[in-house]
C-alpha cells in the first residue's frame, strides 16, 4: 500500500435543532467541494443565545481528507 497524504481543515457547522445536525451540516458541505473526505472529528460545542435563550447550536469539525496530486489546486485557499 502507498503512502498517503492527507490535508487537515476545520469548520464550523450549525443548526437551529442540535449539536449532530450542526456537525452534519458542515461535513455535507464540505463533501460537495472536497474529495475523498476520511475523518470527522468534533472538536468543540458551543450555542448561540440570544435574549436568555439558545438559538443555534455550534459544532467545531476537524475534517480530513486524501491529498491527490492530480488534482491542481492551491491549498492556501484552505
Known amino acids: 500500500m502507498p503512502d498517503s497524504v492527507y490535508k487537515v481543515i476545520e469548520l464550523v457547522g450549525s443548526s437551529e435543532n442540535s449539536w449532530e445536525e450542526a456537525a452534519?451540516?458542515?461535513?455535507?458541505?464540505?463533501?460537495?467541494?472536497?474529495?475523498?473526505?476520511?475523518?470527522?472529528?468534533?472538536?468543540?460545542l458551543d450555542m448561540k443565545v440570544e435574549n436568555g435563550k439558545v438559538v443555534a447550536f455550534?459544532?467545531?469539525?476537524?475534517?480530513s481528507f486524501k491529498y491527490d496530486p492530480a488534482v491542481q489546486k492551491n491549498w492556501s485557499e484552505f
Do not use: Y
Not at 452534519?24 to 468534533?42: Q, Y
Not at 455550534?58 to 475534517?63: A, E
Open 24 to 44: 452534519k451540516n458542515a461535513v455535507e458541505t464540505a463533501c460537495k467541494s472536497l474529495r475523498e473526505l476520511r475523518v470527522a472529528e468534533v472538536e468543540q
Open 58 to 63: 455550534r459544532t467545531r469539525v476537524k475534517l
